[in-house]
């Protein structure tokens, strides 16, 4: 399996194909994720490949799944990326 890229070799290709250096491509990348962490809790939207949204949990019954003894887990709020359809498309292969 391939390794996944790194911020820096992002940072090279984005810098690459839109004749800006590194180092601003790098700034870009992370104003993008500071944008993200700030408005995750009204959904971010990243076109073309899907958006955070902040989705609340019920509690429910686990097992410990070295006893196997149920557990109680609380309810909570987690943040989930919902993968866009031309994303889907591009990588999966229209059905």
Do not use: C, H, W
């Not at 180092?23 to 076109?47: D, G, H, R, V, W």
């Not at 609340?56 to 019954?61: L, T, V």
């Not at 109680?72 to 990588?91: G, H, L, N, S, Y």
């Amino acid at each position: 399996m391939a390794k996944a890229l790194s911020k820096s070799q992002i940072a090279a290709e984005i810098a690459e194909k839109n004749g800006i250096t590194k180092k601003q491509a790098s700034a870009i990348l992370e104003q993008i994720a500071n944008m993200a962490y700030k408005n995750a809790k009204n959904t971010f939207t990243l076109p073309g490949l899907g958006k955070l949204v902040l989705v609340n949990r019920k509690a429910r019954i686990g097992r410990n799944p070295a006893t196997g003894e149920q557990i109680q887990i609380p309810a909570k709020r987690v943040v989930k990326f919902r993968v866009a359809k031309a994303a889907k498309d591009a990588i999966l292969g229209a059905k």
